[in-house]
């Protein structure tokens, strides 16, 4: 890898275990000798809390467009001053969601993906995406004690929806999340090595 360090991002549905995942990897690869860091979006940023706060558990929800320009503010924030730096210092950098979530949750919405890119074009590009595919139906169940704005079947078959064309275009690599927490999380390891040894 040489000094640069390497960017990955977790995608999935809400409930479909990301979270998880991406901790575990984080600790897995720090016990084979990897400098790795967890991170997580929205970010723990001043715009990123206001987004936890009113957008994602408030009871009225803001307008698509407001949401999206807010994430993009957020990702801004959130790449210049952890990833980047963490990047430049030779880490590997391992973000719980990215801009593939502002493309799947507002442009389920209705908005234009291509839209959403433009604000996101400041974004660094992760070196790999990984989407942990789980039934909407399944994400639902594990859902109903949060309450979630974004919790409805069909919002969430929409969300899935989007992140199905970046998995059909190459930009997504799909792991089926419906297996068990160790399957997944040794696919989502195997993944990650080979991208790493591929950039060697």
């Known amino acids: 890898m040489g000094k640069r360090g390497f960017f990955i991002c977790l995608e999935g549905l809400d409930g479909c275990g990301k979270t998880t995942q991406a901790k575990v990897l984080v600790r ?10 967890y991170t997580a979006e929205p970010s723990l940023g001043k715009i990123g809390r206001f987004i936890r706060k009113y957008c994602l558990h408030g009871d009225k929800r803001v307008s698509s467009i407001v949401e999206a320009l807010l994430f993009a ?7 210049e001053n952890e990833v980047i730096p963490a990047i430049k210092s030779g880490k590997i950098v391992v973000s719980d969601r990215y801009m593939y979530s502002s493309l799947a949750y507002q442009g389920a919405t209705g908005l234009n993906l291509d839209w959403i890119r433009r604000l996101n074009e ?20 594990r859902l109903k004690p949060k309450k979630s704005v974004m919790e409805n079947l069909e919002t969430q078959r929409k969300v899935r929806e989007v992140y199905m064309k970046f998995v059909d275009n190459g930009e997504l690599i ?6 068990s927490k160790r399957e997944v999380a040794d ?3 195997s993944i990650v090595l080979d991208s790493l040894e591929e950039c060697r």
């Open 187 to 189: 696919e989502v390891l």
């Open 122 to 141: 400041h974004a660094l590009p992760p070196d790999l995406a990984i989407f942990i595919d789980v039934d909407p139906k399944t994400v639902i169940q």
């Open 174 to 179: 799909r792991v089926n999340g419906n297996k």
């Open 28 to 37: 897995k690869l720090k016990r084979m000798g990897y400098n790795a860091n």
């Open 73 to 79: 503010a957020d990702r801004y924030e959130h790449v």
